[in-house]
């Protein structure tokens, strides 16, 4: 792992500072945490769980449809969205909920003096996400436990269709860093929705986006990204089952939905992305 991550990073079992030796991160209390072969390392607390994380196949669902560039007008904003961060404002790009990486990736790119680090409760995305960028670091952790990151670690943080837990957020996020939030708006892939018994967005999810964020939500700025995508029936599969409507649907009848489809499906892309900065201590 990057050495520099290795520093922004802390053990999930008592906060202590980490090291890297040996092929495993070790603490002053002796926890040790082992990096895996692929360059991920789980830092899961004894209270953290699970059963939420995305499968080995979700994974390579999502793999598969944002690299033939079907959300590419999303990586173009984050990746904008990046240039507000103040070149002065120390700290890494952490991402909370990375998925596969890609996005994390795209803004690395745009910030070339930066180091990353992914943060997700599934161990097949923080695989994806350590091969994903060579500034790119990955941990295994839970979004709703104690997040092992240090305080203030984050110039940038990012959050695409993720879990959000205000009060960790607001703790890694130093002063006057910048924080993009990316949600689904209620029309998002509604052409979709019925046919494969997707879940539909709540309605009153901006309302909650402001809630969750907390202290965070105060000058927060939203814009509407709205683009079509013409899908052929493999990216209508994976699209379905990269998110959190797989294996809602028989497999049967999803083959049966797939074939009924057309050579290529129109589908809208509805998302609100949302930014908003900590606020600078004197």
Request: proline share 5%.
């Amino acid at each position: 792992m990057e050495k520099a991550a290795v520093e922004l990073l802390i053990c999930p079992h008592c906060g202590g500072e980490l090291r890297e030796n040996g092929g495993s991160l070790i603490c002053s209390r002796g926890h040790t945490m082992n990096i895996a072969r692929q360059g991920y390392v789980s830092l899961l607390g004894r209270d953290s769980g699970t059963h939420t994380a995305d499968s080995a196949e979700m994974v390579a669902a999502r793999q598969r449809f944002l690299a033939a560039g079907h959300f590419q007008p999303l990586v173009d904003a984050l990746a904008e969205a990046a240039r507000g961060v103040e070149p002065e404002i120390e700290g890494a790009v952490v991402d909370l909920g990375c998925g596969t990486g890609q996005y994390l990736a795209a803004v690395l790119d745009r910030l070339p003096s930066r180091i990353g680090i992914g943060v997700d409760n599934s161990k097949f995305a923080a695989r994806r996400t350590a091969r994903s960028h060579q500034r790119a670091s990955a941990i295994v952790a839970d979004i709703w436990d104690e997040i092992p990151v240090r305080d203030d670690a984050a110039a940038l943080m990012l959050n695409v269709f993720s879990p959000r837990n205000g009060e960790e957020m607001d703790r890694i996020l130093a002063p006057g860093g910048r924080l993009v939030v990316v949600t689904p708006q209620p029309g998002h892939l509604a052409e979709l929705i019925e046919r494969f018994g997707m879940i539909s967005v709540d309605p009153d999810k901006e309302e909650r986006l402001e809630r969750s964020l907390g202290p965070l939500a105060e000058g927060m700025e939203s814009r509407e990204l709205r683009w079509r995508m013409e899908l052929e029936p493999d990216s209508v599969r994976d699209l379905v089952e990269m998110g959190p409507s797989a294996g809602r649907m028989d497999k049967d009848d999803m083959d049966q939905q797939i074939q009924g489809l057309g050579s290529e499906t129109a589908v809208t892309a509805a998302v609100t992305v949302t930014t908003t900065s900590s606020e600078e201590t004197a």
